[in-house]
Structures are given as structure tokens and as C-alpha cells.
């Protein structure tokens, strides 16, 4: 496993397709499922550019609170981070 780079971005965001055609009919009609392999399979190439999603959260002002694990459909388990940050209201 490693960090992805921007050259990964085009299989990136085909995997995401891919996905979401495949996933989302079994919970979204046919227009929501063409419409989010549209519109929220899109790359965003600033968490390439700014790497793991730790770093990139505490530097939006999150903090790590416990460590956490992640299981997914195939009995593979991701370590992850919970995090918190607090919500500023305005007047």
C-alpha cells in the first residue's frame, strides 16, 4: 500500500465510477445513480496533493480522539482515526 499520487487520479476516479454504478442501484433509482457516477466521482486533487487524511484534518482544526477500526463487507479491517472538532456559532 502506498499514498496515492495526482498520475493515480484518472484510475482513482474511474474505480469511484465504477462503484457507484455498480452500488448504487440497489439503493437509488436509475436517475440518482447516474447522476452521483456524474457528479460525486469527481477527484478532488487537493487530498492527493495534501496526503493522509490526519494531517489534512488537523490542519482544518480537528483533533484525534481515539484510535478507531474500520470493518469492511469483506472482513478486511482499516485502521482509522475519530476525530472532533467544535462547531462555531454565529450569530
Do not use: C, N, W
Request: charge should be negative; hydrophobic fraction near 45%; proline fraction near 8%.
Amino acid at each position: 500500500m502506498r499514498l496515492a499520487v495526482r498520475a493515480d487520479g484518472p484510475a482513482v476516479a474511474e474505480l469511484a465510477r465504477a462503484s457507484v454504478l455498480e452500488v448504487f442501484p440497489a439503493y437509488r433509482d436509475a436517475v440518482q445513480t447516474v447522476s452521483a457516477a456524474e457528479h460525486i466521482t469527481t477527484l478532488d486533487t487537493a487530498l492527493i496533493d495534501d496526503g493522509p487524511g490526519v494531517p489534512l484534518s488537523k490542519a482544518s482544526g480537528f483533533t484525534e480522539v481515539e484510535a478507531a477500526q474500520l470493518p469492511m463487507p469483506d472482513s478486511t479491517v482499516l485502521a482509522g482515526v475519530a476525530m472532533e472538532r467544535p462547531i462555531e456559532e454565529t450569530a
